[in-house]
């Protein structure tokens, strides 16, 4: 009966103040509604994180030309990586499946018939479609026989092969990415958006060698990636990796790196920032 009493008065008390009972339930309301969109974001956020991670590799390591710290891009223009950096990480390092190498320019004229636009242009390892992993959906990858012959030929990005030939099969037709003419014998898989946020599919892939000695005349290299088959041993192999080109490129402290080495980590980190400046 005493308890039938209390919940009585209790009532009694909220109808008597009915604004201030209002005021209460309204603001634990909002504060558990914002509390809910806030786990809401939180998981997006993440969400948007791990897509940033998977599109990189955990099991991957890259390291680019230019110094920096956390995820960095390459450094258009810089020298400080070669051919032969590849080839000591190949011979020095254990513990790795793929070492592969490539040089890449920005916005390079390109033109297919009448249509003439601006595109990317990777000039990759023959391994460099299983390390990233990137497959060609349509035709063929660059392949060894492409490196030995430095033949003229290339595989396009979804967008850019819509740019050039519409709704035309590109296989088998040619394309002049400046002055030299390709023949473009894959399609690559449409992707969405790189860990930096950029969109990847403007781009036409080429033979190392072609554009190395061909199309850029350069002797450098942009990136160099090293896939690991244990992942927990990214951190480590890096460290070695970091080691070696120290040795090879005479650095010593206090002097800075001249190169960059980014990790799924970095990638992590970097786009938990990106998260948490946007949500300000």
């Known amino acids: 009966m005493k308890a039938v009493k209390n919940l009585r008065e209790a009532f009694e008390m909220m109808a008597a103040q009915k604004l201030r009972t209002f005021l209460m339930m309204a603001g634990t309301i909002v504060g558990i509604a914002s509390l809910m969109v806030i786990m809401a974001i939180g998981k997006g956020s993440e969400r948007q994180v791990m897509s ?8 991957l390591i890259k390291i680019n030309a230019g110094g920096g710290h956390g995820y960095t891009k390459p450094q258009a223009g810089v020298v400080t990586l070669k051919m032969s950096d590849a080839d000591a990480i190949r011979a020095s390092i254990k513990g790795w499946d793929i070492v592969t190498s490539v040089a890449q320019k920005h916005n390079l004229p390109m033109k297919a018939g009448d249509v003439s636009c601006e595109g990317d242009v990777f000039a ?4 460099w479609h299983e390390a990233m992993p990137w497959p060609a959906e349509r035709g063929e990858g660059i392949n060894a026989e492409d490196l030995a012959t430095m033949a003229h030929v290339c595989v396009l990005g979804t967008r850019l092969a819509k740019t050039l030939f519409g709704d035309q099969d590109p296989l088998g037709e040619e394309i002049l ?14 992707h969405d958006v790189s860990p930096g946020g950029d969109d990847e599919n403007n781009r036409a892939v080429i033979p190392l060698t072609t ?17 690991v088959p244990d992942v927990r041993s990214v951190p480590a192999i890096a460290e070695e990796i970091r080691g070696l080109l120290h040795e090879r490129h005479h650095i010593t402290a206090p002097e800075v790196d001249d190169f960059s080495i980014v990790t799924a980590q970095e990638v992590a980190e970097a786009a938990r920032g990106i998260s948490r400046t946007s949500n300000r």
Do not use: C, W
């Open 211 to 227: 554009g190395m000695r061909r199309v850029f005349n350069q002797d450098y290299l942009t990136y160099i990636r090293v896939r």
């Open 52 to 59: 940033r991670v998977n599109s990189f590799g955990e099991h």
């Open 177 to 190: 990415i400046g002055p030299s003419k390709f023949r473009v014998k894959g399609v690559l898989v449409h």
């Open 124 to 127: 990759v390892d023959a391994d």
